[in-house]
C-alpha cells in the first residue's frame, strides 16, 4: 500500500509542502492516459463512422440507380446498320 507523506511547517508562514502530490500525480498518470486513449479511440470511431456511412449510402444509392438504368436500357429490339454488298457473279 502507498503512504502519504505530508510535511507539515513548523511555523505558520512557513508554506505546506507536499510531497504526496507528485505520488499521487504518478499513481494517476497511467489510468488517466489508458482513459484519455479510450476516449480518443472511441471518439475516432464515432467521427469515422459519422463520414463514412453517408458517403456509404450515397454509392449504394447510386449504385442501385445505375443498376436500373442499365436493366431500363436493354430492350428486346436490336437496332443495326447494314450494307447489302452485291456481286453479280455467276459462281455463287
Avoid: H
Avoid at 79 to 92: G, S
Amino acid at each position: 500500500m502507498t503512504q502519504l507523506k505530508i510535511a507539515i511547517p513548523s511555523t505558520p508562514t512557513e508554506p505546506f509542502t507536499m510531497q504526496a502530490s507528485f505520488t499521487l500525480s504518478r499513481l494517476f498518470a497511467i489510468p488517466l492516459l489508458l482513459i484519455i486513449i479510450g476516449v480518443s479511440a472511441v471518439l475516432f470511431s464515432v467521427l469515422f463512422a459519422v463520414l463514412l456511412i453517408p458517403v456509404a449510402i450515397i454509392g449504394f444509392k447510386f449504385w442501385r440507380a445505375l443498376r436500373r438504368a442499365e436493366k431500363a436500357n436493354t430492350a428486346s429490339i436490336i437496332e443495326a446498320e447494314y450494307v447489302v454488298l452485291e456481286k453479280n457473279d455467276d459462281k455463287l
